[in-house]
């Protein structure tokens, strides 16, 4: 069967800090995988997707980065972070083909 | 611009009874549709999806019902339990391409009372 790990599970950073949320797959091959975030009261918002090593596409403009140096890791990453930049980070993987995403369990972070 | 609308931030009903949860789209290229759980710091949870081909789908206590024409779609739970309390989100996603990205509604709270 299928797992996703996220780690760390929660994560207090001070303003200008980097950032690096790591997350794997397990039990399936050439997934797409997803960053989310969910802020404080609000929906979920695409943050990155990937249909491939190396091959990232980005929503939204913002002080993010993603990569996908392996088949199954998506990293999330800033060289520095913002206040704004607080959430709850959520990976996905989905299979290629309409259906659905598959969530890890989510990291929260609060920048300080 | 909001594709995936849930209008109702909250909803709560009495245990046993029909929950109802809608969900308005406005993009005509959706084509799937899916209901999520979520509980409080956690990852959401597919409840059930929907084809675009089809107009209802059930499993157990959950059903979907898609109205294309008005682009609207509800989740239907019978008979509600103090368990199911916590945030649906409505999400679709789009035919073409490869990468099958969902846009996500707000959410919407549900409270069983029991």
């Known amino acids: 069967s299928q797992t996703i790990h996220q780690w760390p599970a929660t994560l207090v950073q001070p303003v200008g800090s980097p950032l690096s949320l790591e997350c794997t797959v397990e039990g399936t091959s050439n997934p797409n995988l997803y960053w989310y975030r969910q802020a404080a009261g609000r929906g979920l918002q695409l943050l990155f997707y990937s249909v491939g090593i190396g091959q990232i596409s980005s929503e939204v403009p913002q002080n993010l980065s993603a990569s996908r140096p392996q088949d199954r890791q998506f990293i999330l990453s800033s060289k520095k972070l913002l206040l704004s930049d607080s959430g709850f980070y959520l990976c996905?993987?989905?299979?290629?083909?309409?259906?659905?995403?598959?969530f890890g369990p989510g990291t929260r972070l609060t920048v300080t | 611009d909001q594709q995936v609308k849930q209008n109702s931030p909250s909803l709560s009903v009495q245990e046993g009874r029909i929950s109802i949860l809608n969900c308005d789209y406005t993009n005509s290229m959706f084509d799937y549709f899916l209901w999520y759980k979520k509980y409080p710091a956690e990852g959401p949870t597919f409840l059930i999806s929907i084809s675009s081909i089809k107009d209802k789908n059930e499993d157990g206590r959950f059903t979907v019902f898609l109205n294309k024409s008005a682009k609207h779609l509800s989740l239907h739970i019978v008979p509600s339990q103090p368990g199911d309390s916590a945030v649906y989100f409505c999400a679709a996603s789009a035919m073409g391409g490869s990468n099958y990205k969902l846009t996500f509604g707000k959410g919407t709270l549900l409270t069983v009372n029991p």
């Open positions: 996905a993987w989905g299979l290629r083909m309409p259906g659905e995403q598959y």
